[in-house]
T-cell receptor
Framework: KAGVTQTPRYLIKTRGQQVTLSCSPISGHRSVSWYQQTPGQGLQFLFEYFSETQRNKGNFPGRFSGRQFSNSRSEMNVSTLELGDSALYLC?????????????FGPGTRLTVL | GQNIDQPTEMTATEGAIVQINCTYQTSGFNGLFWYQQHAGEAPTFLSYNVLDGLEEKGRFSSFLSRSKGYSYLLLKELQMKDSASYLCAVNYGGSQGNLIFGKGTKLSVKP
């Protein structure tokens, strides 16, 4: 079974631009969660999607948004990029997103904002 | 907030045993996960505890005490490839959206 894939793997943008990241979950997984990872803050939850609906949202500004498609693929968008948005963005998929479900992470997208 | 605390860094010798501790706030606890993350790679699942006690899986074991808000990951017969960050994550109920991660413990295994 193929793992979680994320595209692109690396991205360089400038302040004020916007960016869209893509995540394809493991086949059969319906829950996709997004995280931001930085050296100072560690892994921080952005949002979770299940069956095309945002089910949970972390404590990030409205510039961070996402969506999920009917095939469970998900995208996240960051508008008006700031220097502090430079981070590794990870997505993780699980079967149903329940509390005991194991999340499987993709390799991440390394975003650098100049 | 729901802080997850773990040591920032640890060093151990190849072949030895190391214990990585994790403490968390107990209110709303609904399960604890350990993940391993090698530099530049995605986190990979190691273990899940929801009941008190020890879960053993090969060279790795994970322990949980719900009343104390405490868990540890025990790595035996350390190998160089075990050099990685180890992330403790607690589910505070509901779906994956309530999974809170610690900042990770960077383990360095020396020959």
């Amino acid at each position: 079974k193929a793992g979680v894939t994320q595209t692109p793997r690396y991205l360089i943008k400038t302040r004020g631009q916007q960016v869209t990241l893509s995540c394809s979950p493991i086949s059969g997984h319906r829950s996709v969660s997004w995280y931001q990872q930085t050296p100072g803050q560690g892994l921080q939850f952005l949002f979770e999607y299940f069956s095309e609906t945002q089910r949970n949202k972390g404590n990030f500004p409205g510039r961070f948004s996402g969506r999920q498609f009917s095939n469970s693929r998900s995208e996240m968008n960051v508008s008006t990029l700031e220097l502090g948005d430079s981070a590794l963005y990870l997505c993780a998929s699980s079967l149903g997103g329940g509390p005991t479900d194991t999340q499987y992470f993709g390799p991440g997208t390394r975003l650098t904002v100049l | 907030g729901q802080n997850i605390d773990q040591p920032t860094e640890m060093t151990a010798t190849e072949g030895a045993i190391v214990q990585i501790n994790c403490t968390y706030q107990t209110s709303g606890f609904n399960g604890l996960f350990w993940y391993q993350q090698h530099a530049g790679e995605a986190p990979t699942f190691l273990s899940y505890n929801v009941l008190d006690g020890l879960e053993e899986k090969g060279r790795f074991s994970s322990f949980l005490s719900r009343s104390k808000g405490y868990s540890y990951l025990l790595l035996k017969e350390l190998q160089m490839k075990d050099s990685a960050s180890y992330l403790c994550a607690v589910n505070y109920g509901g779906s994956q959206g309530n999974l809170i991660f610690g900042k990770g413990t960077k383990l360095s295994v020396k020959p």
